[in-house]
């Protein structure tokens, strides 16, 4: 028995894609699939949202659809954080998540919808990938796919749907595998092992090697673009000779070496905190991996087996989608499968970007049908049922009245409820306190050694005091408040031209002060000396002491 129909719209920085499986026994049938470009500058973001309003209404009115569809997010227009939190009971455990996610999100939460899936355990900590994405954004993105009359029910994150489609697709393999797929704007990297699955998305895609064609040709980059696709497709092929074809070649070599490094790079991190374990092979997806050259370079400089990833294992295609079409877009594949797959694997892995408000104004439009037909029935029904319908007004009226009383009451407990709340705030911002304290030692430890290696290369002067504090910064209107860490230090210099009873030598003691503030001013801990907190003592003429202000750098976690 099939299952209703499901549709994905995929949304690609320089693609949409429109797909439509149904569930057959645990089997997915593909029944339709339209990908088409997007017309826009690609160098400029923002006429991506006005492109693909125009592209995904025409593919909609084309394929005459309707119904809720899930919309999968690029991860270019994504935050991405990965955290690791204790193995715990579930509850606590979503609670540290919560905790995590108000510190690693770099925005108040009231401003980003944000979601989190666990990746990977080794049943003592969990790796944990957070997702955020601006309400305005996910606002705007929904308001794209409604228009063209479809209703957004899942805000996915492209992230996580290569892992996905890889297991759907190759459910019996069992090699750690690192999948790369290459994208217009960034390239995800998905590491795949027994425990589970890593993800690190990097900014480098297709529209670099095009910005560096346009560099190099002197083209604009919508021009560079067009001759990027036709030459390296094949489509339009340059002789030797053309001066051209070897601004192109030099222009790709170097892509595909930043793409290897990328990945290099990426290997010795997972091997790093995988017991020194490497994938066994590498598989390629994403319009990007099919440069020519690209597959042959990386098995060289990695030394592994590198293939093409290959979806249609994950699915049936039913006889409405032509054969040759569907093989023209097999490296696009992958999120659409990744998504689809959802409905078929236990313990399939998403998230859900779309605003709650949104959530909500869905679920009551999906509603309004049945209301409207509720409200006819009410209309024409036989006038002896009016009693009845009376009585069951008058019943819900009092069931108001009751509700407003306990809102009443409820209402009066709300100023002890914010008032706990902000005390938990305080808590918690104190708590955060002593953890950036606590992580701080060991930068107080090399800031200590490196004081006293400078003090110690200035003859006769010595360290007699300490002291540290935070003071309030001067900040800009409206800027968020900022500390500043400063640290007073008490000097004392022996004076060698000046006997305990001799006369006060003024150049003597600026000539220790110069040594000293040219010691300190090249620490990498020191920001600033401000010299109107500099003082001296100059009572024992042969024994002074200076008093400077050491203000230490932000990025220094004093």
Known sequence: MSSPKSIIVNCGATQVGVSVFTNNAGRLTLERLVIEDLD???AGEDAWLGALSVALGRIVRGLKISGPASVVVPGYQLLTKSIRVPQVERAKQAQIIGFEAQNQIPFP???VVWDSQIIATDGVEAEVMLFALKQDAAARIA???????LTPSVLEASTLL????WRAAN????????IVNIGARTTNMTFVNAAGFSVHNVNVGGNLLTQSISDTLALPFAKAEAIKVAHFSG???????????????????AFMRRISQEVTKRIVIYKRQNQNSQPKRIILTGRGSLLPGLSELLCETQRISVDYFDPFAAFNASSAVDAAYLEGCRVSLSEIVGEASRATLPGAVGVNLLPAALESQMAFNR??????AAGALLAFAPWPLWHHFNAAAASAKSEVRAADARYVELTGHRKAIEDAKSEAEQVASRVSSLNDAARARDSWREFLADLQSRVAGVPDVWIEDLRFSRVPAAVAEGAPPADSCRVTVQFCALIKEVSPDGAFNGAAVQA???????ALEGSPFVEKIPGDAEKSDLKKANLPRITLTLVIKDQKPL
């Open 40 to 42: 826009y500058d690609y």
């Open 109 to 111: 939460l009231n401003e």
């Open 143 to 149: 308001g794209v796919v409604s228009a063209s009359g």
């Open 162 to 165: 290569d892992y996905q489609a």
């Open 171 to 178: 459910p019996a393999d069992t090699d750690e595998v690192l």
């Open 235 to 253: 489509a339009r092929a340059l002789a030797d000779s053309d001066p051209h074809a070897a601004a192109l070649k030099q222009t790709a070599l």
């Open 367 to 372: 509603q309004k049908p049945l209301l409207l």
């Open 512 to 518: 220790k002060r110069r040594q000293l503030l040219s």
